[in-house]
T-cell receptor, first 111, second 113 residues
């Protein structure tokens, strides 16, 4: 079936460096994509979203890039901080508006 | 409220016992979604509601699982006879419109012994 997946299960970066988390999706009909951050023992926290009519969207220290040609989604975090340590999930939205999540990437930030 | 609220935070049941989880969506949100997360991994969609009406139940196990969203009451997810494999964290999310961002609650951790 259709699925959303992640290339790297764990990403380790030094504080202050930029982080890039990648995601591949398979449903070319999906028109809405979201990145969530999940800290231990908490629910997913919305970070940023993007619709399929856009290629790039920027937030505070975060940027999401969408490449529909290769069905690829990425999350860029600028100047990564210890508080950014968490598991990051990409998700796509289907017609019935349920979210299809990827398996998650753990981001570890070292001082 | 301004956050999705879920109760209880933790729930422990013996195999075969009933489990009932509650969710209060953000005030003004018309859509409620339930997801199951096993082993801190992927999220599995269970069911969604538009107000008190089932919107999509394609993820709900046919047996043992049921859910409701009644007016002026928290939404609920009930498992009639729990099994070991039901152990997971159950998340509720709500959104204002069907195309809007889904905001998640803190989850209920269900442990079946």
């Amino acid at each position: 079936g259709e699925s959303v997946g992640l290339h790297l299960p764990t990403l380790s970066v030094q504080e202050g460096d930029n982080s890039i988390i990648n995601c591949a999706y398979s449903n070319s009909a999906s028109d809405y994509f979201i990145w969530y951050k999940q800290e231990s023992g908490k629910g997913p926290q919305f970070i940023i979203d993007i619709r399929s009519n856009m290629d790039k969207r920027q937030g505070q220290r975060v940027t999401v890039l969408l490449n529909k040609t290769v069905k690829h989604l990425s999350l860029q975090i600028a100047a990564t901080q210890p508080g950014d340590s968490a598991v990051y999930f990409c998700a796509e939205k289907e017609n019935t508006d349920k979210l299809i999540f990827g398996t998650g990437t753990r981001l570890q930030v070292f001082p | 409220g301004e956050e999705v609220a879920q109760t209880p935070k933790h729930l422990v049941r013996g195999e075969g016992q009933k489990a009932k989880l509650y969710c209060a969506p953000i005030k003004g949100h018309s859509y409620v979604f339930w997801y199951q997360q096993v082993l801190k991994n992927e999220f599995k969609f269970l069911i969604s509601f538009q107000n008190e009406n089932v919107f999509d139940e394609t993820g709900m196990p046919k047996e043992r699982f049921s859910a409701k969203c009644l007016p002026n009451s928290p939404c609920s997810l009930e498992i009639q006879a729990t099994k070991l494999e039901d152990s997971a964290v159950y998340f509720c999310a709500s959104s204002q419109w069907d195309t809007d961002t889904q905001y998640f609650g803190p989850g209920t951790r269900l442990t079946v012994l």
